[in-house]
Antibody
Framework: QVLLVQSGAEVKEPGASVKVSCKAS????????MHWLRQAPGQGLEWMGL????????WYTQKFQGRVTMTRDASTSTVYMELSSLRFEDTAMYYC?????????????????WGQGTLVTVSS | SSELTQDPAVSVALGQTVRITCQGD??????ASWYQQKPGQAPVLVIY???NRPSGIPDRFSGSSSGNTASLTITGAQAEDEADYYC???????????FGGGTKLTVL
């Protein structure tokens, strides 16, 4: 069974950092790109970034450049997302998701599966 | 970066057909993927590519694409289809992915 299991909820003060983990099972972890996404309360989904299978390359959306770091550990099939200088507006559910892609006339990508989500609350 | 536009809310009578649309320039180059999200749950993939359904997704869900518009159609909507639906596509000019704002589907 292809599965992504994320770490538990976190409560952080403004200015602190949080590191969320996502452990993969049921597939060959070292051959897949992995995404991180988030969803603020009552809001839509937001793509944060991507890490390549070897962990040597990452791509982040401009909004999080300089504050987010994505890493992965092949020995434990785990991918990590660290967000620093936390602000109240970083309060959100954070998800990891596996990248999938194909081409049939046009290229296309899809996120499947998703982790169960990790709630990060920034509060003083 | 690209943007994807969805209607914020759509309603459908039980058993009827509903189409949820997603517009954006990137959809001229790439197919969209669609996600269903129910309250308190993680999103679930329902359609990807031209019209592909993951295992376990009912065949009343289908996808299509024309020009800069992708559509998710539910033929014979059921009460359990009431949810938020999000489209997603890769950005045309950079390694980024973009979501539509989501459509809240109400089944009457």
């Amino acid at each position: 069974q292809v599965l992504l299991v994320q770490s538990g909820a976190e409560v952080k003060e403004p200015g602190a950092s949080v590191k969320v983990s996502c452990k993969a099972s049921g597939f060959t972890f070292t051959t897949y790109y992995m995404h991180w996404l988030r969803q603020a309360p009552g809001q839509g989904l937001e793509w944060m970034g991507l890490i390549n299978p070897s962990g040597t390359n990452t791509w982040y959306t401009q909004k999080f450049q300089g504050r987010v770091t994505m890493t992965r550990d092949a020995s434990t099939s785990t991918v990590y997302m660290e967000l620093s200088s936390l602000r109240f507006e970083d309060t959100a559910m954070y998800y990891c998701a596996r990248d999938n892609s194909a081409t049939s006339g046009r290229s296309y990508w899809w996120f499947d599966p998703w982790g169960q989500g990790t709630l990060v609350t920034v509060s003083s | 970066s690209s943007e994807l536009t969805q209607d914020p809310a759509v309603s459908v009578a039980l058993g009827q057909t509903v189409r949820i649309t997603c517009q954006g320039d990137s959809l001229r180059n790439y197919y969209a993927s669609w996600y269903q999200q129910k309250p308190g749950q993680a999103p679930v993939l329902v359609i990807y590519g031209k019209d592909n359904r993951p295992s376990g997704i009912p065949d009343r869900f289908s996808g299509s694409s024309s020009g800069n518009t992708a559509s998710l159609t539910i033929t014979g909507a059921q009460a359990e289809d009431e949810a938020d639906y999000y489209c997603n596509s890769r950005d045309s000019s950079s390694i980024q992915w973009v979501f539509g704002g989501g459509t809240k589907l109400t089944v009457l």
